[in-house]
């Protein structure tokens, strides 16, 4: 098992973050997705209130929200623990300590960033699974680009968090 501890510390006034987490590539065959954490739809620290803390399971491509515009989707909060599996007995578990944020795709975020419609996404083997610590809200409380309000998002401050990583059938 690995052990994963990251910490920032900005050494001067910086603009909010997006999301302060790692990013792991995954080789392609890991498709099932288990958690115990909200669900099962996505949600997102301004967005979760109907989404409830359970155990839910579903595959990479059942995560994918088609967005008009493509962008983040499929992002989980609030989760304790995260396995993927082959469905071979090959698979890997995510553990928080104590909790952590998770999304878990077929696209990396530098091609849904570049794609201005779904047809444009080539969907990848690998798997890209963020584990974070949070990530900003999605806002949009009006129809023109509101921000998220203060309370969820990300001011360029010291962070820190932990997980866990070891094999998993």
Not at 11 to 20: A, G, K, N, W
Not at 35 to 42: D, F, I, L, V
Not at 48 to 75: C, I, W
Request: aromatic share 12%.
């Amino acid at each position: 098992q690995i052990e994963v501890h990251a910490r920032f510390k900005p050494s001067r006034e910086q603009p909010e973050l997006p999301r302060f987490g790692m990013r792991i590539v995954l080789p392609g065959g890991f498709e099932n997705v288990e958690w115990y954490g909200r669900g099962p739809q996505e949600n997102y620290q301004d967005r979760r209130t109907a989404a409830l803390v359970g155990v839910y399971s579903g595959t990479v491509d059942g995560q994918f929200t088609p967005y008009v515009r493509p962008q983040e989707n499929g992002y989980k909060t609030d989760v304790r623990w995260l396995k993927l599996n082959d469905g071979k007995g090959g698979g890997l578990l995510v553990e928080g300590l104590p909790v952590f944020c998770f999304g878990v795709s077929h696209y990396a975020a530098r091609d849904l960033e570049r794609a201005a419609h779904p047809k444009e996404l080539i969907r990848q083997d690998e798997i890209y699974l963020n584990v974070d610590l949070k990530q900003m809200g999605v806002g949009g409380d009006n129809s023109w680009g509101a921000l998220p309000h203060p309370q969820y998002r990300l001011p360029c401050l010291e962070y820190e968090y932990s997980f866990r990583l070891r094999p998993a059938p």
